[in-house]
């Protein structure tokens, strides 16, 4: 069965730390892996993750994936309230077409 | 990135009625659209694949018939939940695609709805 794993399932820091979420996963046919962020509403894209061992970076955030051992890391460095959220983790499935999802990691940063 | 617009963002209904939840890409053509649902502090659950011109692909345990789903145009699609019961009270998420290959979807902004 296709499955994707996140870890830690919530996750509470201050500002000004720094955090690392986990996304495990067993997919047939792997394509690529995506990262979003989710507050109130629908999610919103961060990282497509295809090649392993590249990094990809956007300000603070930064993501790289390991197609061997079969995993994915979102960094945040720097934590700010704002970055309070939940991190969905998904795995794009070649032939179905579809999106494999994680249940996600809650990300609470106090000031 | 690219936009997709959701509409209505929030809907209370009667049991019983039915409810049109709409779907719009609204800078470019999506071949392909997806209809999530998700419970309070779940993940995204995929109820269907809708594809333009064709009929939706629907996941095991979805109700075709209760959740209708209908992708007319390359900008536009609908899910229709019929006789809605309270039990379908939910948020509701539409996502779209810009590529057949690269599998980076956008999000709508959902719709909230509560059955009483």
């Known amino acids: 069965e296709d499955k994707v794993v996140q870890s830690p399932l919530s996750l509470v820091v201050h500002e000004g730390d720094t955090v690392t979420l986990n996304c495990s996963y067993e997919v047939t046919n792997f394509r690529s892996l995506l990262w979003y962020k989710q507050e109130k509403k629908a999610p919103t894209f961060l990282f497509m993750l295809?090649?392993?061992?590249i990094e990809k970076k956007s300000g603070r955030l930064s993501s790289i994936l390991d197609k061997k051992e079969l995993f994915s890391i979102l960094n945040i460095t720097a934590t700010q309230t704002g970055d309070s959220a939940i991190y969905l983790c998904?795995?794009?499935?070649?032939?179905?077409?579809?999106?494999?999802f994680g249940k996600g990691t809650k990300l609470t940063v106090n000031p | 990135g690219a936009v997709v617009s959701q509409h209505p963002s929030w809907v209370i209904c009667k049991s019983g009625t039915s409810v049109k939840i709409e779907c719009r890409s609204l800078?470019?053509?999506?071949?392909?659209m997806f209809w999530y649902r998700q419970f309070p502090k779940q993940s995204l659950m995929l109820m269907a694949t809708?594809?333009?011109?064709?009929?939706?692909?629907?996941e095991q345990g979805v109700e075709k018939d209760k959740f209708l789903i209908n992708h007319a145009s390359l900008t536009l699609s609908t899910l229709t939940v019929t006789s809605a019961h309270p039990e379908d009270s939910s948020f509701y998420i539409c996502?779209?695609?810009?590529?057949?290959?690269?599998?980076?979807?956008?999000f709508g902004e959902g719709s909230r709805l509560t059955v009483l």
């Open positions: 800078d470019f053509q999506a071949t392909t």
């Open positions: 295809t090649s392993s061992g």
């Open positions: 809708s594809n333009e011109g064709s009929k939706a692909t629907y």
């Open positions: 998904a795995v794009f499935q070649g032939g179905s077409e579809k999106l494999v």
């Open positions: 996502s779209a695609r810009t590529s057949a290959n690269t599998g980076e979807l956008f």
